[in-house]
């Protein structure tokens, strides 16, 4: 669904509040609105119409309202006034190097990546987004949680997952990684996840709490596997094009208040994990916890596989 075919009532909408502010920003995410992530968006969007004193608004699209993230991607590229919430894999497509952010057990922690994104290498792959395919990756400190094994069935090993249709994001990285972990990736659109479950389309989901609780995804499953597999770190990347039709002083407000977000956001992802596995363990899931080596040694060949052995190097250096 392109937004050129939303809903009238929908595109009257945001036509409307565009009229009311010299520019708009229209903010989309696949994530619930009860998402941590997607009430830090909500904040920011408050704080940028006070400072821009209403020049500048952000409007919040949570649940895909505004279509699949690859149909968003597009109309952002053609130069629409819309942002996104994106991981690195799928700018991969456009950048392949930004693929390795996405790229399994890549960092110990999430606050690891304050470090990759303030390297040079880092700056330099943002940069050549934004030449190579119009799409400014505004920050990359959106941390969405922990991405573990969502399953019908228990999963302690690698070859527990044999066979088993594993839902995951559509690019290179995050394909490899499912496979090479032991499962069958299986693509789909989030909003898709939960009627694939229930109806037997798929056997279980690679994702982090917080975003499975938003899905009420513990309804139609009943393991998890405390793989953690990726740290899922996020960013917002929007229309090159736009974004350099802002004033400066608007550029340095949007920047300034959704790297504060981003922050807040993270935060609260983290704060909210262990409420979520409580709740989801008095629905009846049960969590496993795994020998991660066993699932860290499956997915090494991944990174020279797709040609990011190197960085990992340079962006790991230090640690």
């Known amino acids: 669904m392109k937004i050129q075919t939303l809903v009238p009532a929908l595109a009257l909408l945001l036509a409307g509040n565009a009229a009311q502010a010299a520019y708009q920003l229209n903010l989309s995410s696949a994530l619930s609105s009860q998402d941590p992530i997607v009430q830090a968006m909500e904040s920011a969007s408050e704080a940028i119409a006070q400072r821009s004193e209403g020049e500048l608004t952000v409007r919040v699209f949570p649940n895909s309202q505004l279509g699949s993230d690859e149909d968003v991607v597009e109309q952002i590229r053609s130069g629409a006034n819309i942002a996104i919430l994106i991981d690195a894999g799928r700018l991969s497509e456009y950048q392949p190097e930004l693929g390795i952010l996405s790229a399994p057990y890549l960092?110990?922690?999430?606050?690891?990546?304050?470090?990759?994104?303030s390297s040079e290498l880092y700056q330099e792959w943002v940069e050549?987004?934004?030449?190579?395919?119009?799409?400014?990756?505004?920050?990359?400190n959106w941390f969405q949680g922990s991405r573990h094994m969502l399953t019908k069935k228990l999963v302690e090993a690698p070859e527990d997952l044999r066979g088993v249709r594993v839902r995951t994001i559509n690019s290179p990285v995050w394909l490899r990684t499912i496979e090479s972990m032991g499962a069958t990736p299986t693509p789909l659109p989030w909003s898709e996840v939960y009627s694939a479950l229930q109806l037997g389309a798929i056997d279980g989901a690679e994702a982090q709490l917080t975003a499975a609780e938003g899905q009420n995804l513990h309804e139609v499953i009943t393991h998890i596997a405390l793989t953690g597999h990726i740290h899922l770190m996020t960013g917002i990347a929007t229309s090159e094009q736009w974004y350099q039709s802002l004033p400066e002083e608007l550029r340095t407000i949007l920047d300034e208040e959704l790297q504060r977000a981003?922050?807040?956001?993270s935060q609260a992802t983290v704060e909210a994990q262990d409420a979520v596995r409580e709740r989801m363990e008095a629905e009846g899931v049960t969590f496993t916890a795994v020998d991660v080596e066993l699932f860290r040694e499956r997915v090494g060949g991944v990174y020279d596989e797709l040609g990011y052995g190197q960085y990992r190097d340079q962006l790991t250096a230090g640690e």
């Open 107 to 117: 960092v110990e922690d999430h606050t690891d990546y304050d470090r990759i994104t």
């Open 262 to 265: 981003g922050e807040e956001a």
């Open 128 to 140: 050549g987004l934004a030449d190579s395919s119009g799409l400014r990756l505004l920050n990359y």
